[in-house]
């Protein structure tokens, strides 16, 4: 191949693959919470959940590296260096990516975080078409120095360095900079429950989950549903998957499983509809709620009750009938029970706060930054 057009493709490589790698590790960065649940399912298939603890540190790590690797490709930092941790980290995610898709199936594989839902077999024909354009990459640069850095180069790495890093930092103190998820400012919950549902009739397919099994005999593949009897006999039958038929897309998902609940029962119209605004305290554990949170939900409380507005405080932890809280020396504050998945969703927070008035929400805050 003559060199003009080595050089050529290398260029058209390298944007393409630094695109892709600033995309996908800043979507991620602007929510680390959300990353971290992604590494902590991952953890678990593999059997490390021993590693769950550092799994926020990982989520950060992890994005801020793939967020600089991305700009040093774009604007050309020592593209030896980055070159070969894009082609490890390619072949990795690759052969990760296809163990998704066959034998360890996942939902969805987190690249490109909540911003953009890939499927596993979509996920590893995006890392096969990139993996050669890393190749190409690392084969133009390959007899470069690696570590010899210009001052216009160490400038850069280190201004990338922080960005990267401080984004996720940031973001994990305070809120995603970027919500991609449903509950985000301006929403009215209410609504959107309500709009899965035309005239009473639910407008989503049920769930039906069909059964794969393999003829120990023959070695033919057989379906069956949940319901049948006959895929239970073990030494006829071997499993090799379970396929969702109709699935729930995933917003749709977290907006239906939204409940807010107590020994009464379901609270959710109750609150969600409420006129005026309605301060949801998120909760999740008390005894995780350190001492200036506690003294920030106390400020809060006393701002309600001089506005007249309802506050409440929202919890996935058990709770006793009736149960009120108090934050400090505040008002006791009526506590409802909710899915801590869902929870999770709403505030990428251990603590904080959801602000809604007249059914909308018009403001979210870390307890942090309260």
């Not at 590790?25 to 593999?46: C, H, M, Q, R």
């Not at 850069?156 to 509950?183: K, Q």
Request: a negative charge; proline letters at 3%.
């Amino acid at each position: 191949m003559p060199v003009i057009s080595l050089n050529i493709l290398s260029h058209i490589c390298r944007i393409i693959a630094g695109v892709v790698f600033a995309f996908s590790g800043f979507v991620k960065a602007v929510d680390p919470w959300g990353t971290a649940l992604k590494v902590n399912e991952y953890l678990s298939i593999y059997g490390l959940e021993f590693l769950e603890p550092a799994s926020m540190v990982f989520s950060i790590w992890l994005c801020g590296a793939e967020l600089m690797m991305g700009l040093m490709l774009i604007f050309k930092v020592r593209t030896r260096l980055v070159s070969i941790f894009a082609l490890v980290s390619m072949i990795f995610f690759t052969v990760l990516t296809f163990l998704s898709a066959t034998w360890i199936p996942v939902e969805d594989c987190g690249c490109f975080g909540d911003a953009l839902k890939l499927s596993p077999w979509a996920t590893f024909l995006k890392n096969l078409i990139l993996l050669p354009m890393v190749v190409v990459v690392w084969y133009r640069y390959r007899n470069y120095q690696a570590w010899v850095f210009s001052r216009r180069e160490m400038l850069l790495t280190a201004t990338f360095c922080l960005t990267a890093m401080g984004v996720g930092t940031y973001c994990y103190f305070t809120l995603p900079l970027i919500d991609f998820l449903p509950y985000k400012k301006g929403a009215n919950i209410y609504e959107m429950i309500t709009e899965q549902h035309y005239d009473g009739k639910e407008d989503i397919a049920e769930e039906e989950y069909v059964l794969v099994y393999r003829n120990i005999r023959t070695g033919k593949l057989r379906e069956f549903k949940i319901d049948d009897t006959e895929w239970q006999n073990e030494d006829k039958w071997e499993w090799v998957e379970t396929r969702v038929e109709n699935e729930m897309p995933t917003v749709q998902a977290l907006v239906s499983e939204f409940c807010i609940s107590d020994s009464a029962g379901d609270a959710t119209e109750k609150i969600l509809t409420q006129a005026g605004r309605v301060y949801m305290l998120c909760v999740t554990n008390f005894d995780g709620v350190g001492e200036k949170c506690e003294q920030r939900f106390a400020s809060l409380v006393e701002q309600a009750c001089e506005e007249g507005s309802m506050v409440i405080c929202l919890t996935p932890e058990p709770l006793d009938e009736n149960y009120w809280h108090s934050f400090g020396d505040s008002e006791p504050v009526r506590c409802y029970n909710i899915d801590a998945t869902v929870m999770k969703t709403m505030l990428r927070a251990k603590n904080g706060v959801v602000v809604l008035n007249d059914g909308v929400i018009e403001y979210k805050r870390n307890c942090n930054n309260l």
